[in-house]
């Protein structure tokens, strides 16, 4: 079984382990150990990670959003 939990947010600060680019998604393992992604890596890593049961914060929902910047620079 693979629980989710809330978490604390992930930032711009945060980084992908596998390519630098920003993390969506908190993998932590029994271990304790913790595993950043970003999307598309995640959607590589996440039948596995689910299989060993790692605890997920995915929060790759945000990335259908908009900055609130970028709307008042188109004016």
Not at 22 to 51: I, K, M, P
């Amino acid at each position: 079984m693979t629980t989710t939990y809330a978490a604390s947010p992930l930032t711009a600060i945060d980084r992908c382990d596998r390519c630098g680019a920003q993390a969506y998604v908190r993998a932590t393992l029994v271990s304790g150990s913790e595993l950043l992604f970003c999307a598309h890596h995640w959607h590589d890593n996440e039948a596995r990670l689910r299989q060993i049961g790692a605890i997920i914060h995915d929060e790759s929902e945000r990335l259908g959003e908009v900055p609130a910047t970028a709307g008042a620079e188109e004016r």
